[in-house]
């Protein structure tokens, strides 16, 4: 059971509630301090509900900085999204703990999970279990890079909700489609609502999501949460779009 008040508890409650979340996803290597408040103003004012902060190659301390300054201003949670064990910082409010369980890399299915051990004991941060899964997008992306796996084809339908399933039958508290940062196309709907509906737990979607529109058609098939980092990163007037 998570504890009342938990990250991880208060989205089992808001989702039960119907509320559909929104996370802004900022990326370390790419967000200059300077611009955090400007940035931030503009996430208190839409939709958002979650920050996660992330990224695959990020230098070591920009995460704590970024979440420092983050912190400042605003009262959403912050949540870990790392690429890498450098990437922790207890001065976020949780951390999801992504295993890659589309792929082979024991690295990045258990290897560094085990790393992070050592810097998590005795940590406050809310660690939570996710199963993360790569979905083919039309090009490479950096996790497949980074990671040295192989995205899951769309064509796999069976074998994407199996593996998502897996994941939950493990005790992950959160299942992850990823198509990738930056993704030419996102995750299906169809491959959405087919785990979705098999799926006891949360589900994250993310990648590839540009307009209000496939946000809307992300959570209409079964998405709970939504992560979008380029679009914002590329043109903040998409904020406009997803006004409070
Ligand atoms: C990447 O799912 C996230 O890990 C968000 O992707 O940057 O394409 O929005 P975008």
């Known amino acids: 059971m998570a504890e009342k008040n938990s990250i991880y508890s208060c989205l089992i409650s ?11 996803l900022v990326d370390p290597d790419k967000m200059v301090i300077e611009n955090v408040s400007g940035f931030i103003k503009k996430v208190n004012q839409s939709i958002a509900t979650h920050i996660f902060v992330g990224g695959s190659t990020v230098n070591i301390n920009a995460t704590e900085i970024l979440v420092l300054e983050i912190k400042k201003h605003t009262k959403l949670p912050i949540i870990l999204f790392p690429g890498d064990v450098s990437q922790i910082t207890n001065h976020a409010d949780a951390l999801l703990f992504l ?7 024991t690295e990045y299915l258990i290897g560094k999970h085990i790393k992070a051990v050592s810097k998590l004991r005795g940590s406050k941060l809310e660690v939570i279990p996710t199963g993360y899964l790569l979905i083919e997008n039309g090009r490479p992306t950096s996790v497949e890079k980074v990671t040295q796996t192989k995205p899951m084809s769309t064509s796999s339908v069976q074998n994407i909700i ?3 399933k897996a994941g939950e039958l493990l005790g992950m508290k959160l299942v992850y489609l990823e ?5 030419l196309q996102p995750v299906p709907l169809e491959i959405i609502s087919f785990v979705k509906r098999e799926l006891n737990i949360p589900l994250i979607v993310g990648g590839g999501i540009r307009t209000k529109q496939q946000l809307e058609n992300a959570y209409n098939s ?13 043109d903040e007037a ?7």
Do not use: M, Q
Not at 14 to 24: C, N, P, Q, T
Not at 99 to 105: E, Y
Not at 238 to 244: E, S
């Open 179 to 183: 198509a990738g940062s930056g993704a």
């Open 99 to 105: 295993s890659l369980i589309s792929g082979d890399n």
């Open 162 to 164: 199996d593996t998502a």
């Open 14 to 24: 808001s989702i039960s509630d119907g509320k559909k979340l929104l996370a802004v």
């Open 222 to 234: 079964g998405a709970d949460l939504v992560v979008i980092g380029t679009a914002f990163e590329d």
């Open 238 to 244: 998409f904020f406009d779009d997803l006004r409070n």
